[in-house]
């Protein structure tokens, strides 16, 4: 069983940041790729952010050049960096990661319970 507790998420206005985190706890043997996506209600979910375990990264068209995604191994943390906020990235956000567990060849994956980020004058 594993559980990932995200926090960071908030109310900001535009042009402002916030940083997400999601922590992962657990039977992992080994974390491999972390990502962040979003997903409002009546739209599809979007991949935000994902980086591998090789720190490979890549972004949404919409975000990048104001959003980082970055990960602390050591604490199977993955974190989300984002600057100059605008009205449209409010979403509900929603970190996955990617992992081994125990004896088992198969990669497998669990999602956070997702974090509120609210862009708003």
């Known amino acids: 069983q594993v559980q990932l507790v995200e926090s960071g998420g908030g109310l900001v206005q535009p042009g402002g940041s916030l940083r997400l985190s999601c922590a992962a706890s657990?039977?992992?043997?080994?974390?491999?790729?972390m990502g962040w996506y979003r997903h409002a209600p009546g739209k599809e979910r979007e991949l935000v952010a994902i980086i591998t375990s090789i720190d490979s990264t890549n972004y949404a068209a919409s975000v990048k050049d104001r959003f980082t995604i970055s990960r602390d191994n050591a604490k199977n943390t993955v974190y989300l960096q984002m600057n100059s906020l605008k009205p449209e990235d409010t979403d509900v956000y929603y970190c996955?990661?990617?992992?081994?567990?125990?004896?088992?060849?198969?990669?497998?994956?669990?999602w956070g319970q997702g974090t509120q980020v609210t862009v708003s004058s």
């Open positions: 996955r990661v990617y992992y081994l567990s125990g004896s088992d060849r198969s990669v497998l994956s669990s």
């Open positions: 657990g039977s992992i043997r080994s974390v491999n790729a």
